[in-house]
């Protein structure tokens, strides 16, 4: 991994400083701007229709395995597509800036399937596949929820207008509350090189923290209630969500006595290199140092129990073989994002959690690393491509380590032994811009001990992505 870590830098270093890139959010002139979606959205209006439309074409060629079980990646080469459709809907139901209501409601449809069905990953390949593929495209509710701002002073600085948040002015001191039903990752560990699997990077461990065991269904959303307050420097934020009645499952317990997941986010919106940068002459450079911190409770069964009992009866354990219980997972993460120049962009994650219990929500990730950057096109003459590249190193501790060379199954691995390895990953995209909405991605993926599996791998996962934004 520090070879792909130096290769990354190396790369993402080669812009010159005086390349020019238009912030995000800055107006440009309209001759030169171009449209990024088929159809132009009104800032003013106090409705908001938006769609997109995600497909993905992933393969890759047979790889080393002297073994498989019931969740390993299939060794032998595969091909598999993946189709996401959301259509965002939103009305301002009081568009004065200080007290600004928004009321968001979002339809989606996810189709296809992923490769060996997401199962044999840790750091799955493809963030836009549905755990559950026997769900069927059958479009469903993906979010539905109220949010409200409350203002603490007349003073107003602008915003981006955004999917889940309609206005283009809001104070600079202010409180935000949501409650509804919605994806954790769309208020919290954000980050904007890394966190669009649409645009950038696809796997699961880059696009969100993997440790961070989020609460949600099957489809990656919950219900849940939220407080944000945002200041000029900092942002604090609190989620109460809704978990799964049983591991990656389509229903949510409403019993909070029984399971919850609280999540707390601390953003100081300065980068951690900006202050050197503005020494050197970068001055201005944008960035964000995040801090995560979460509690999960639920019916989970404890990785050390189930080794115990299995290895009594003289089977593989079964991790979901326990009495209903409460127990707790706990874990944290840290966030950053740093522009190094007009063009180019640094971003990191380190995420951690107890990793005692079993792997309920997201993925089976207890410690994970990553570093990685973009870097936009001006340098060439195409201003709206972006090329990124990043390394994730990413662990399980000794218990779920044991799970696993028992023959245990989680809900994504399972070789039915286990020659433990930290599971590496090297991910690098180039996206282009076609036309208006139009984008297409190259992306090539390198998986080093797929599973955490010395015994398996390498792999390398290649994919073409089309997306369309409305």
């Known amino acids: 991994m520090r070879t792909f870590f130096t290769i990354a830098l190396a790369m993402l270093c080669w812009a010159p400083a005086g390349a020019q890139q238009p912030a995000p959010s800055a107006p440009a002139p309209q001759d030169t701007q171009p449209l990024l979606t088929m159809f132009p959205h009104a800032d003013t209006a106090r409705w908001f229709l938006a769609g997109q439309a995600n497909i993905i074409f992933q393969a890759h060629p047979g790889f080393h395995s002297p073994y498989s079980g019931t969740n390993s990646m299939l060794a032998r080469g595969e ?10 809907m939103g009305y301002e139901l009081n568009a004065n800036p200080r007290y600004d209501t928004d009321v968001i409601y979002d339809e989606e449809s996810a189709a296809g399937r992923g490769i060996s069905e997401a199962l044999g990953l840790a750091g799955f390949t493809n ?6 593929p026997n769900l069927g495209p059958i479009p469903y509710l993906a979010r539905v929820e109220v949010h409200q701002t409350i203002g603490f002073t007349d003073k107003t600085v602008d915003q981006q207008r955004t999917q889940f948040s309609l206005a283009t002015k809001v104070p600079e001191r202010r409180m935000e509350l949501r409650f509804g039903k ?3 990752p769309d208020l919290m560990d954000q980050n904007n090189p890394g966190s669009d699997s649409h645009l950038q990077f696809m796997n699961w461990t880059v696009d969100n923290n993997g440790a961070w065991d989020y609460a949600a269904d099957t489809r990656g959303y919950t219900y849940a209630f939220t407080a944000e307050y945002d200041d000029a420097d900092w942002t604090a934020r609190y989620a109460l969500a809704l978990m799964p009645t049983v591991a990656n499952g389509i229903d949510l317990q409403w019993n909070l006595h029984r399971a919850r997941a609280d999540n707390y986010e601390l953003t100081w919106n300065h980068g951690p290199l900006s202050k050197w940068l503005t020494r050197i002459g970068q001055k201005d450079r944008k960035g964000a140092v995040r801090l995560l ?3 999960n409770y639920a019916n989970m069964g404890v990785y050390r129990i189930q080794n115990n009992l299995g ?9 979901t073989a326990h009495p209903l219980q409460t127990t707790v997972k706990y874990g944290m993460g840290l966030n950053f994002e740093q522009e190094l120049t007009q063009d180019v962009r640094l971003f990191g994650r380190f995420g951690w959690n107890d990793d005692h219990t079993e792997s309920y929500a997201y993925t089976e990730v207890a410690q994970t690393f990553q570093l990685g950057g973009d870097m936009a096109g001006n340098r060439w003459g195409r201003a709206q491509d972006k090329f990124g590249v990043v390394g994730v190193s990413n662990a399980i501790k000794r218990d779920h380590q044991r799970y696993l060379a028992l023959g245990g199954l989680g809900f994504l691995l ?15 995209y180039y996206t282009a811009h076609n036309w208006r909405g139009l984008f297409t991605s190259f992306d090539a993926q390198l998986i080093a001990h797929p599973g955490y599996n010395s015994a398996r791998g390498p792999v390398e996962v290649f994919s073409v992505r089309t997306h369309v934004d409305f």
């Open 414 to 428: 399972g070789d039915g032994a286990l020659s433990y390895a930290r599971e590496d990953i090297f991910e690098t």
């Open 311 to 319: 290895l009594a009866a003289h089977t593989a354990p079964v991790i």
């Open 293 to 295: 911190g979460y509690s």
């Open 127 to 132: 963030l836009d596949v549905v755990r559950n």
């Open 182 to 184: 919605m994806g954790l």
């Open 79 to 88: 091909y598999k597509t993946s189709m996401v459709g959301t259509l965002y």
